[in-house]
T-cell receptor
């Protein structure tokens, strides 16, 4: 599988429920980032977690990082219909290179 | 407080023509990254440029594709003799010199959607 693989590929939940998306990666990283993309639009940065951090919160978002398992999770609490979008994790590799490696994304649908 | 600006938003070309995609980074940003996104897939890195320099082009096809970031003006991604397989969304991201050495996110534009007839 590629660096930065998300699962599930698609997730459909009811408004008010929590949504959890997972991401696995392969190489050493400086940080891991989560982005959101609405259909036909660009990427919006949600949250960045550094390699020495284990958990980070931002509003209704909670991100965890387990560098020993090379995995991360994104939890969206109390979901809203407006949260419907594709969510991507991206790894910023160790070293001088800064190009991000993206997974193929999780398509989240929140039903009203 | 403009973000990363890409134009055009949509571009239609016939096979064999040239496509030129432009990216103006955020004010104060001197690092530009180009990514390509095929339908239903994540973004794939193409090229990383600083002003007047290509830092890493490992993700860019050797044939037909080129990129530049001149001292003045936007960064340009140029695709010559386009083929159907070039149809994709092309995204540009930028960061500052300081951001590129620290744990700061890149800022993305809304992309150019290239369609090849």
């Amino acid at each position: 599988s590629q660096q930065g693989e998300e699962d599930p590929q698609a997730l459909s939940i009811q408004e008010g429920e929590n949504a959890t998306m997972n991401c696995s990666y392969k190489t050493s990283i400086n940080n891991l980032q989560w982005y959101r993309q609405n259909s036909g639009r660009g990427l919006v940065h949600l949250i960045l977690i550094r390699s020495n951090e284990r958990e980070k919160h931002s509003g209704r978002l909670r991100v965890t990082l387990d560098t020993s398992k090379k995995s991360s999770s994104l939890l969206i609490t109390a979901s809203r219909a407006a949260d419907t979008a594709s969510y991507f994790c991206a790894t910023d590799p160790s070293g001088s290179a800064r190009q991000l490696t993206f997974g193929s994304g999780t398509q989240l649908t929140v039903l009203p | 407080n403009a973000g990363v600006m890409q134009n055009p938003r949509h571009l239609v070309r016939r096979r064999g023509q040239e496509a030129r995609l432009r990216c103006s980074p955020m004010k104060g940003h001197s690092h530009v990254y180009w990514y390509r996104q095929l339908p239903e897939e994540g973004l794939k890195f193409m090229v990383y440029l600083q002003k007047e320099n290509i830092i890493d082009e490992s993700g860019m096809p050797k044939e037909r594709f080129s990129a530049e970031f001149p001292k003045e003006g936007p960064s340009i991604l140029r695709i010559q003799q386009v083929v159907r397989g070039d149809s994709a969304a092309y995204f540009c991201a930028s960061s500052s010199l300081r951001d590129s050495h620290s744990n700061q996110p890149q800022h993305f534009g809304d992309g150019t959607r290239l369609s090849i007839l």
